[in-house]
């Protein structure tokens, strides 16, 4: 399915705590008893083919989402309990300002080849976006990364800004920011001091290779 993942975020539950043996059907057909899905997404190592732990569930609707989230918090696959949340609350725990640019996309790039390219470097936050035409759905040849750690943010730009993603050589770089003046960008020595500072007051949560929260 060709789609903007993150066209309807509101109505999107994020699963984490996954089993490795949970597949993209299990994750399907568990999630449809609590409505009619629009996508399921599980994100997969590049490398190894194995998911990361976690998935996302759009639904129809965000009535859905949050029903969803409701009655399957804590389920166990496999034996383990399933974490079910907002997938936009998810984000806005711990977003922190890593957020990357990519530029000069092949129109052949969708968010999950993003996702792969860039999962190498660290823990992407929600959805790598691909930036489409409202009526087409065709690419505008940019997107966007979060990273849950600026560490992470600066390899990836570093490795990736000037390399070819299927026929291009894309551009990487920190996103402007929205409440920015001037073309400020992310990555500032300031967001740093404070992510640090959240993160050593607990504020953010650490997180293991799957992505999960250490509590």
Not at 50 to 62: K, L, N, P, S, V
Request: aromatic share 8%; with cysteine; net charge negative.
């Amino acid at each position: 399915m060709s789609r903007d993942l993150e066209r309807n975020q509101e109505a999107t539950c994020y699963i984490g705590n996954l089993d490795e043996r949970v597949t993209d059907e299990i994750v399907w057909e568990l999630m449809l008893q609590a409505g009619p899905l629009a996508h399921v997404y599980l994100p997969k190592d590049r490398v190894s083919q194995m998911h990361q732990g976690y998935a996302f569930a759009e639904y129809r609707t965000e009535a859905d989402a949050e029903y969803a989230c409701r009655i399957m918090n804590g389920i166990k696959l496999y034996g383990k309990p399933i974490r079910v949340n907002m997938s936009s609350t998810e984000k806005q725990e711990v977003d922190i300002g890593a957020n990357l640019f990519i530029g000069n996309l092949d129109s052949g790039v969708d968010e999950r080849q993003l996702y792969d390219t860039f999962a190498t470097f660290g823990n992407i936050v929600g959805t790598p976006k691909v930036a489409r035409d409202p009526t087409t759905n065709e690419s505008k040849n940019y997107g966007f990364v979060s990273f849950d750690s600026f560490d992470a943010a600066d390899k990836a730009i570093e490795s990736l800004n000037g390399q070819f993603l299927l026929n291009r050589p894309i551009t990487v770089m920190y996103a402007l920011r929205k409440d920015g003046k001037n073309g400020e960008r992310h990555g500032s020595e300031a967001e740093r001091l404070v992510a640090a500072q959240a993160r050593k007051n607990h504020v953010l949560p650490n997180r293991d290779a799957y992505g999960v929260p250490i509590a």
